[in-house]
T-cell receptor
Framework: DQQVKQNSPSLSVQEGRISILNCDYTNSMFDYFLWYKKYPAEGPTFLISISSIKDKNEDGRFTVFLNKSAKHLSLHIVPSQPGDSAVYFCAASGRDTGNQFYFGTGTSLTVIP | KAGVTQTPRYLIKTRGQQVTLSCSPISGHRSVSWYQQTPGQGLQFLFEYFSETQRNKGNFPGRFSGRQFSNSRSEMNVSTLELGDSALYLC???????????????????FGPGTRLLVL
């Protein structure tokens, strides 16, 4: 049972434009969410996190939005750069999952120069 | 501060063999989690260790096991390898684990580069 879903396997965006990556979850107990970026043959790199007490968290070009009622979060990258081309995973954990994170299947972002 | 390290980076085994993978967490981190990544499946949680104790286990067969040492380094073992075990195995460390039922803040997990295992 996939508790965290990324329904878009891939996304292409022009350099300088906004990239929006989406993630949906089903477990209402999830209260902490992470985004990771992954290049081929490397481990995921932590990008940004958000807890359920917030609905927005910003770090430079990266902003994560959380809509708890819709069980949806999104990662906005503005402006997109070619170096942002990678696979992006969202992950979630909750009070009932301890330290176990549930990951989506990833969205491959291509930023076109 | 050095990141999470994993050895070996690449491994080729044949069916029926067993394999041991190693993970050294970030200095000071005491919690280690293991994940399996296969194409199209995302990251699947294997297990988590803290203070040399397995605290949480994912839905994997008993052929998958692990342990943690007093210095927080961790190993995972897969016995009687099957073709379907071919995957990228990732280790992640965090300062301390969040206890089930525990409140925020949650510690972020930082990943190593992974060990790519190919079973022939």
């Amino acid at each position: 049972d996939q508790q965290v879903k990324q329904n878009s396997p891939s996304l292409s965006v022009q350099e300088g434009r906004i990239s929006i990556l989406n993630c949906d979850y089903t477990n209402s107990m999830f209260d902490y969410f992470l985004w990771y970026k992954k290049y081929p043959a490397e481990g995921p790199t932590f990008l940004i996190s958000i807890s359920s007490i917030k609905d927005k968290n910003e770090d430079g070009r990266f902003t994560v939005f959380l809509n708890k009622s819709a069980k949806h979060l999104s990662l906005h990258i503005v402006p997109s750069q070619p170096g942002d081309s990678a696979v992006y995973f969202c992950a979630a954990s909750g009070r009932d999952t301890g330290n176990q994170f549930y990951f989506g299947t990833g969205t491959s972002l291509t930023v076109i120069p | 501060k050095a990141g999470v390290t994993q050895t070996p980076r690449y491994l080729i085994k044949t069916r029926g063999q067993q394999v041991t993978l190693s993970c050294s967490p970030i200095s000071g981190h005491r919690s280690v989690s293991w994940y399996q990544q296969t194409p199209g499946q995302g990251l699947q949680f294997l297990f988590e260790y803290f203070s040399e104790t397995q605290r949480n286990k994912g839905n994997f067969p008993g052929r998958f096991s692990g342990r943690q040492f007093s210095n927080s380094r961790s190993e995972m073992n897969v016995s009687t390898l099957e073709l379907g075990d071919s995957a990228l195995y990732l280790c992640a460390s965090s300062l301390v684990p969040r206890l089930a039922g525990g409140h925020l803040p949650q510690e972020t997990q930082y990943f190593g580069p992974g060990t790519r295992l190919l079973v022939l």
